[in-house]
């Protein structure tokens, strides 16, 4: 189905929102989110309450440490699930680093994870949240669509029943029935406002599902920044080694080739210097001015040595 993006605006934005795929991909979000956060409240529940009760033994560290990382593998599902149904990109925390190896090393550090605890307060708090936007979202779906469709399915209560419409209320002396053209108009009229308010409550719910698995379950500011700055060191570990690849390069291509030639014609202008003066003379001026440019070069390459995004 369209997502609803395709050039509708405005009010064509709002009767198209109803039948629009973002909306049945959210009103599937909330749907499934009642049966899975059942299971992690019940499991997140069940397995702390174990675990405080065993801490008197050693037993009660390890329950713990495995609930925690049983909490972890639930943000895994949710991120994957605000993913695949919100289109939330939702990043990873950091993952769970013992300092030292063993199985103790392990779970200490499951224990000492804030990304572990917060997992675990997810796991509790999303249910009652759940069952709010389950029955929430529902309701409106369900009372919308049935009083909007009311016009073409209340004949079945004359037809197959001894009422001649939908009961609203009934008192001892009194019945009100949806049975007259009137009422029946009225009563879609009132089943298609609930349904163009239903995307949008429902967008509203699922607003809430991203900023609780964002917070939750999602990378910290600490991680992000353990991130950002692994990334910048990256990046001037290998501007250092490019610059040193440079350095190594000019000095081969330039100086050091500069300097050969010198030694050359030195070398050639010592052997003619007895028997030929001159041209003595013209190698050592052609020496001379190697080394003033191979100089030049020196301090050029000198200047390249700090790089600039060091500086940075």
């Known amino acids: 189905m369209d997502d609803g993006k395709g050039g509708r605006g405005g ?4 009767l198209w929102a109803p039948v629009a795929g973002r909306t049945w991909r959210e009103f599937a979000y909330l749907l499934v989110g009642l049966p899975l956060s059942t299971l992690y409240f019940s499991l ?11 801490l008197v033994t050693f037993l009660g560290v390890p329950v713990l440490a495995g609930v925690l990382a049983m909490c972890r593998g639930f943000g ?16 990873e925390p950091a993952p769970i680093r013992a300092k030292k190896s063993g199985a103790l090393a392990a779970m200490g550090a499951v ?22 936007g389950f029955c929430l979202a529902l309701t409106f779906w369900a009372a919308g669509w049935a009083y909007l469709l009311y016009p073409l399915w209340f ?7 001894d009422q001649p419409g939908l009961q609203l209320f009934q008192n001892d002396d009194y019945s ?11 009563t879609s009229l009132v089943g298609l406002a609930l349904t163009l308010a239903t995307p949008w409550v429902i967008r509203a719910l699922t607003t809430v599902d991203r900023v609780m698995v964002g917070g939750l379950l999602g ?16 990046v001037v570990v290998d501007t250092a080694a490019a610059d040193l690849r440079r350095i190594e390069r000019d000095l081969h291509d330039g100086a050091q ?14 052997e003619k210097l007895a028997g030929d003066p001159q041209a003595a003379a013209r190698l050592v001026d052609e020496a001379h001015g190697e080394v003033k440019i191979a100089l030049q070069e020196l301090r050029d390459l000198a200047r390249g040595i700090h790089p600039a995004v060091l500086t940075d």
């Open 176 to 186: 009100f029935f949806l049975d007259s053209p009137a009422e029946i108009a009225l």
């Open 257 to 270: 080739a500069r300097l050969v030639s010198l030694a050359m014609d030195l070398g050639m202008a010592r």
């Open 155 to 161: 004949w079945v209560f004359p037809t197959y029943t």
């Open 219 to 234: 990378a910290s500011r600490l991680d992000s920044r353990v991130t950002e700055l692994e990334s910048d060191r990256g």
């Open 11 to 14: 009010a064509g934005a709002v």
């Open 76 to 91: 895994r599902l949710e991120r994957a699930r605000v993913r695949a149904l919100l289109g939330a990109d939702i990043a």
């Open 44 to 54: 997140a529940i069940t397995g702390v309450s174990l675990g405080a009760g065993l």
């Open 111 to 132: 224990l000492k994870s804030g990304s572990a605890w917060r997992h675990l307060l997810y796991s509790v708090i999303h249910f009652p949240w759940a069952v709010f």
